[in-house]
């Protein structure tokens, strides 16, 4: 007999391997070298039309957003670590960039980053709170 992995313990895993996928592809793009060529050279083409500041603002949004919500579900003194946590990685790999060929560090990519923290934390926190109250009304 085998036993069956409950259906919530397997979207957990699924969701914890995406948003590690996640933060790998934004690792990724913040530290390989020349990512644009790589880029337009792939299905991703249409990102390379977009504004750098853009871009990073908008993986930093996704990605406290989704480790706000999985990682802290509107407990604020996870959701701190969670910030915490991608705050030093936007910084770290924005100053990691310094040594890397043909990339730059960018003290207008680092507010970017920031920014995008900032912006998907509070999404994740108005997220959370929305559903307790929903989960408290029924």
């Known amino acids: 007999m085998s ?4 259906t919530a313990s397997r979207h957990r895993t699924l969701q914890i391997i995406a948003a590690s996928l996640l933060l790998g592809f934004v690792s990724w793009g913040l530290l390989a070298p020349n990512v644009s060529a790589m880029l337009r050279a ?3 083409s249409p990102l390379t039309l977009m504004n750098d500041i853009l871009i990073h603002c908008s993986a930093y949004t996704l990605a406290a957003t989704i480790g706000g919500l999985l990682f802290a579900n509107g407990d604020t003194a996870k959701t701190r670590i ?3 946590v991608l705050l030093m990685h936007g910084a770290g790999t924005e100053l990691l960039q310094a040594f890397i060929p043909q990339r730059t560090c960018s003290a207008m990519d680092l507010f970017a980053n920031v920014t995008g923290v900032a912006l998907g934390t509070v999404i994740a926190l108005r997220i959370s709170r929305n559903s307790l109250n929903q989960q408290r009304h029924v």
């Open 3 to 6: 036993q069956s992995v409950p």
């Open 42 to 44: 792939s299905v991703l």
């Open 82 to 84: 969670v910030c915490l």
